[in-house]
C-alpha cells in the first residue's frame, strides 16, 4: 500500500469514527463527475430520530446483500433527504464535523 493509499485509508477511518457519533458533511465526487455535498451519519440514535424503521433480524436475513468495500455506505439526513446513500471511498474530497449528539442526562442524580 502507497504512503497515499495509507493517508486515505487512515481519512476513511477518522470519517467512519466520525460519522458513527453525529452529523458530518461530506464533499463527494458522483459518478457522473459532478460534485455533491450533503449531511450524512451513521449514528443509530439519529438515524431513528429521523424516521427511519431499521429492520427486524429476520427481514435483515432476508434482504442482506454482500458488503462492497469500494463503496462506504452512509445514512442521508439533511433538509433534501432521509435515505440511505453510497459512494466510492475513493471519490471522498472532504469532510466536517457538523455536530455531535448532545449529551443524555442521566435521571437519579443530582447536584450538590
Known amino acids: ?20 457519533k453525529g452529523r458530518v458533511r461530506i464533499k ?42 469500494a463503496l462506504l455506505n452512509v445514512f442521508q439526513i439533511d433538509e433534501n433527504a432521509k435515505a440511505w446513500k453510497s459512494f466510492l471511498r475513493v471519490n471522498l474530497i472532504s469532510f466536517t464535523v457538523v455536530d455531535e449528539p448532545r449529551s443524555e442526562v442521566k435521571e437519579g442524580k443530582k447536584n450538590g
Open 28 to 69: 463527494f465526487k458522483k459518478k457522473d463527475e459532478s460534485v455533491s455535498e450533503r449531511v450524512f451519519t451513521l449514528n443509530p440514535a439519529l438515524i431513528a430520530e429521523s424516521g427511519y424503521k431499521f429492520k427486524t433480524a429476520e427481514e435483515a436475513k432476508t434482504t442482506a446483500r454482500q458488503p462492497n468495500p
Open 1 to 20: 500500500m502507497t504512503d497515499a493509499a495509507k493517508k486515505h485509508e487512515a481519512t476513511i477511518n477518522d470519517l467512519v469514527a466520525a460519522l458513527g
